[in-house]
């Protein structure tokens, strides 16, 4: 699995109509190809009188497991459009459908591909992308009498404070990025004087919103 990759931040749709014909673009974080087949196959249904319904997506997170279709237009002018537009802005475990009511004017295979690819292109354009970041969470341990140091350590922190539990003492379940963990640790470790304990819990991937 790479160390990080961008990818889609929620379920975007946008439409268009060129030609005279009807183009409904739905662009979906998907994580495997049994989701993507499912996303397609949920798009399809809702528009069972479509013209078309081509496709593309990258399911993995290192940007090989791939596929598209043009699902009936003439070969070429949808599904890898579609594809290099994705690829295009380096999105994996990303999928795109575009739904086609066709409006009696033909595009020719020049129209089509510029019809499709831009249609992906401003259906990603208006979509939340995050970065998937590999994540250390950890519990870190203090006496009361630290509490409040350690949520103004928090506080100037770039980390996501998960949850406070307060018992005997206060734990607080915190997450940072991975390559930051040693130094992380060891700022917190200096800032409270060495008064906290540090466990480590689990590692995972977690999506921090990219700026555009």
Do not use: W
Not at 107 to 130: H, K, M, Q, T, W
Request: net charge negative; hydrophobic share 40%; charged share 25%.
């Amino acid at each position: 699995m790479a160390d990080k990759y961008l990818s889609l931040g929620g379920e975007t749709v946008t439409q268009k109509v060129i030609e005279k014909s009807k183009f409904i673009t739905v662009s979906r974080r998907v994580s495997g190809e049994d989701e993507a087949k499912a996303f397609i196959t949920e798009i399809s249904k809702k528009h069972p009188d479509a013209t078309h319904n081509c496709y593309a997506y990258v399911c993995d997170s290192l940007g090989n497991l791939l596929r598209f279709s043009d699902d009936g237009e003439p070969q070429g002018t949808a599904g890898m459009p579609m594809l290099d537009v994705l690829r295009a802005n380096k999105l994996c475990e990303a999928a795109v459908v575009v739904t086609r009511y066709f409006g009696g004017v033909k595009l020719g295979a020049g129209g089509l591909v510029r019809a499709y690819s831009g249609c992906v292109a401003e259906n990603i354009a208006a979509a939340p992308i995050v970065l998937y970041e590999n994540c250390a969470e950890s519990l870190y341990t203090v006496d009361y009498s630290e509490t409040d140091a350690a949520m103004r350590f928090f506080g100037g922190k770039e980390c996501d404070l998960i949850e406070t539990d307060y018992s005997d003492r206060v734990g607080f379940k915190v997450a940072v990025k991975a390559v930051d963990e040693q130094d992380f640790n060891g700022a917190i470790l200096d800032f409270l004087n060495g008064k906290v304990q540090i466990k480590k819990l689990r590692e995972y991937y977690f999506p921090f919103p990219v700026k555009k």
